[in-house]
């Protein structure tokens, strides 16, 4: 969906933090909170943050407007050096609906 889709530079962003330096909640050089600086809004993607620990949340609009999605990534490490895997989640409110989701992400 075009939704995961707004968020793979951020997921790049995050990645690449973890590889170089280690995520690092305290804002140091593994900052993953400016991943979401270059985040323009798409059709179907109204908004976009990353956490400080690299979760990912986007907010649909238009005609799929009321669904967020979820990207989070799994650490191998309790320094944060490398992601094993990311995993999708949403949730769907007023009239949006989980099926408009990637099934990875329901």
Not at 3 to 8: E, I, K, N
Not at 42 to 47: E, G, Q
Request: some cysteine.
């Amino acid at each position: 969906s075009e939704v995961v889709l707004a968020g793979s530079s951020a997921r790049t962003c995050v990645t690449e933090i973890a590889q170089s330096y280690g995520v690092d909640t305290t804002g140091a050089d593994g900052n993953t909170l400016e991943c979401d600086n270059d985040f323009k809004q798409t059709k179907y993607a109204s908004s976009l943050s990353v956490s400080a620990t690299g979760v990912i949340r986007i907010v649909s609009r238009d005609d799929i407007a009321g669904m967020t999605v979820r990207l989070s990534p799994t650490y191998s490490d309790t320094t944060r050096t490398h992601i094993e895997e990311w995993t999708c989640d949403g949730t769907a409110t007023g009239s949006a609906s989980t099926a408009w989701m990637p099934g990875t992400c329901r």
